[in-house]
T-cell receptor
Framework: DAGVTQSPTHLIKTRGQQVTLRCSPK?????VSWYQQALGQGPQFIFQ???????QRGNFPDRFSGHQFPNYSSELNVNALLLGDSALYLC??????????????FGEGSWLTVV | AQSVSQHNHHVILSEAASLELGCNYS??????LFWYVQYPGQHLQLLLK??????LVKGIKGFEAEFIKSKFSFNLRKPSVQWSDTAEYFC??????????FGSGTRLQVQP
């Protein structure tokens, strides 16, 4: 049973560039969420996708956008990168119909460094 | 909006010592509560979770947590820590289908 997989694991980008991160949810899961974890901090919620639509969004600017595909996989796009975007980006998956008892599983993350 | 507070930022213990990490949340309704652990260089792993029922929940690796609704708390405990418990611990809360809100984490260092 495959867990949550993310790619790439590490990448370095230059300020002003754009980046795309990818996520495949755990087998059987249909909901994908993205989190940003800066060094020394807890993960911060970016947004959540279900049925190919953004359902919830945290306090992140429009430079952060995403997409969910029919196979439930997801992408996170960040435009006009800033130094402060350097962080670990975590993808999490869950199953929509299990509202209570809904365990969320995390991938290993993508380390983004903006220079 | 819900929020989570973890009061201990860095805890240093000797092996075999008992552990208690504090977690308080702010939300007036029904909540789901979680503790995640992040070992150095690894991804977040679920230690335990509370949705309903018995407020004392047992998780993996000998950890347990007690939900005290009147105190809005969900403290993590372990009777005897091991060097391998060195990690960062995160408390998190969610409500219904809403996303997780995490605390800032507690770094646990266990000295042999």
């Amino acid at each position: 049973d495959a867990g949550v997989t993310q790619s790439p694991t590490h990448l370095i980008k230059t300020r002003g560039q754009q980046v795309t991160l990818r996520c495949s949810p755990k087998s059987g899961h249909d909901t994908v969420s993205w989190y940003q974890q800066a060094l020394g901090q807890g993960p911060q919620f970016i947004f959540q996708y279900y049925e190919e639509e953004e359902r919830q969004r945290g306090n992140f600017p429009d430079r952060f956008s995403g997409h969910q595909f029919p196979n439930y996989s997801s992408e996170l796009n960040v435009n006009a990168l800033l130094l402060g975007d350097s962080a670990l980006y975590l993808c999490a998956s869950s199953l929509e119909r299990r509202v209570y008892g809904n365990t969320i599983y995390f991938g290993e993350g993508s380390w983004l460094t903006v220079v | 909006a819900q929020s989570v507070s973890q009061h201990n930022h860095h805890v240093i213990l000797s092996e075999a010592a008992s552990l208690e990490l504090g977690c308080n949340y702010s939300y007036g309704g029904t909540v789901n509560l979680f503790w995640y652990v992040q070992y150095p260089g690894q991804h977040l792993q679920l230690l335990l979770k509370y949705f309903s029922g018995d407020p004392l929940v047992k998780g993996i690796k000998g950890f347990e947590a007690e939900f005290i609704k009147s105190k809005f708390s969900f403290n993590l405990r372990k009777p005897s820590v091991q060097w391998s418990d060195t990690a960062e611990y995160f408390c998190a809360v969610s409500t219904g289908r809403r996303a997780l809100t995490f605390g800032s984490g507690t770094r646990l260092q266990v000295q042999p």
